[in-house]
């Protein structure tokens, strides 16, 4: 079954302490996103690659690194968290060129920071 | 910059017709979307328009303006699984860059 896979799907941590969640999809999609939804604000793009060691600043990219070693996988990480980073956080993959296609999403990872 | 603007709520009954509207600014455009997505789960692609004109799949259809910069989604003979949340995506000039609109959430009634 073609997915987007994140894990995890749940976590309640603290701050300062680094987390890493992870995104994998088996479409042999070119592009990989990260976004966050928070109440009100919608989507917001955090970072995105358009292929393998081609990664890119979306909008919110404060406080958050990503790394794209291999095609399918494309980890978010926090270095070191703040409650401000509280939210649902969503990767999202396409064929191709990019956000001209549409978006496959995972099922999403809410994140609480304490 | 982008900048894309939907309104937050709507209320309709069921078996009835709605229209979502979304009207956009861009820097280039390639593209509007419209994704659906349920309380608690990921967004579902529901259509694409690169064109002007009108786009139709099933009960739902979308339009495009390139000239006004507006698209709507209509939704017909609306069923309580409708019940969601749509969101518009404009593409711009940079093909990694997606900007969401912050959605509008359908509520249907019997």
Same mark, same amino acid.
């Given at each position: 079954e073609a997915q987007v896979t994140q894990n995890p799907r749940y976590l309640i941590t603290v701050t &300062?302490?680094? @987390? +890493?969640? +992870?995104?994998?999809?088996? *479409?042999?999609?070119?592009? *990989?996103?990260?976004?966050?939804?928070?109440?009100?604000?919608?989507?917001?793009?955090?970072?995105?690659?358009?292929?393998?060691?081609? +990664?890119?600043?979306?909008? %919110?990219?404060?406080?958050? !690194? %990503?790394?794209? !070693?291999?095609?399918?996988?494309?980890? @978010?990480?926090?270095?070191?968290?703040?409650?401000?980073? +509280?939210?649902?956080? #969503?990767?999202?993959?396409?064929? &191709?060129?990019?956000?001209?296609?549409?978006?496959? #999403?995972?099922?999403?990872?809410? @994140?609480?920071? @304490? | 910059g982008q900048n894309i603007d939907q309104p937050t709520e709507m209320t309709a009954t069921e078996g009835a017709i709605v229209q979502i509207n979304c009207t956009y600014q861009t820097s280039g455009f390639n593209g509007l979307f419209w994704y659906q997505q349920h309380a608690g789960e990921a967004p579902t692609f529901l259509s694409y328009n690169v064109l002007d004109g009108l786009e139709e799949k099933g009960r739902f259809s979308s339009f495009l303006s390139r000239s006004k910069g507006y698209s709507y989604l209509l939704l017909k003979e609306l069923q309580m699984k409708d019940s969601a949340s749509y969101l518009c995506a404009a593409a711009g000039t940079n093909a990694g860059k997606s900007t969401f609109g912050d959605g509008t959430t359908l509520t249907v009634k019997p």
């Open positions: &300062g302490k680094k @987390l +890493t969640v +992870t995104c994998s999809q088996n *479409m042999n999609h070119e592009y *990989m996103s990260w976004y966050r939804q928070d109440p009100g604000l919608g989507l917001r793009q955090i970072y995105y690659s358009m292929n393998v060691e081609v +990664t890119d600043k979306g909008d %919110v990219p404060e406080g958050y !690194k %990503v790394s794209r !070693k291999e095609k399918r996988n494309f980890p @978010l990480i926090l270095e070191s968290p703040s409650p401000n980073q +509280t939210s649902l956080y #969503f990767c999202a993959s396409s064929p &191709g060129t990019g956000v001209r296609q549409p978006q496959h #999403f995972g099922d999403g990872t809410r @994140l609480s920071i @304490l | -």
